[in-house]
Nanobody, 124 residues
Framework: QVQLVESGGGLVQPGGSLRLSCAAS????????MGWFRQAPGKERDFVAA????????LYADSVKGRFTISRDIARNTVYLQVNSLKPEDTAVYYC?????????????????WGQGTQVTVSS
């Protein structure tokens, strides 16, 4: 069965960093596009970053450009999101998602599989 399991979230101070992981099973990353989304209570799920399976090209939301980095390790079948220079407004549940189709990667409804999320809290 296809599964995505996120880990690496936690409580950090402003300016701190975390490395979020998304371990995939039931499929191989080299045939899927992978995305990271985040959602705060009462708000919509927002796009954060994505990596395209074709060539490994990446896409980022404007709010995280220069601070977050998405990457993948094919051997470990794992996608990562390195989050640096964290701000309180980055506080949210971060979700990993996967889809086999290509195209626009910023829309949650186009993804086929989702993890359960990992909480990131940025506070002093």
């Amino acid at each position: 069965q296809v599964q995505l399991v996120e880990s690496g979230g936690g409580l950090v101070q402003p300016g701190g960093s975390l490395r979020l992981s998304c371990a995939a099973s039931g499929f191989t990353l080299d045939s899927y596009a992978m995305g990271w989304f985040r959602q705060a209570p009462g708000k919509e799920r927002d796009f954060v970053a994505a990596i395209n399976w074709i060539v490994g090209s990446t896409l980022y939301a404007d709010s995280v450009k220069g601070r977050f980095t998405i990457s993948r390790d094919i051997a470990r079948n794992t996608v990562y999101l390195q989050v640096n220079s964290l701000k309180p407004e980055d506080t949210a549940v971060y979700y990993c998602a996967a889809r086999k189709s290509f195209g626009v990667l910023t829309t949650p409804s186009t993804y086929d599989y989702w993890g359960q999320g990992t909480q990131v809290t940025v506070s002093s």
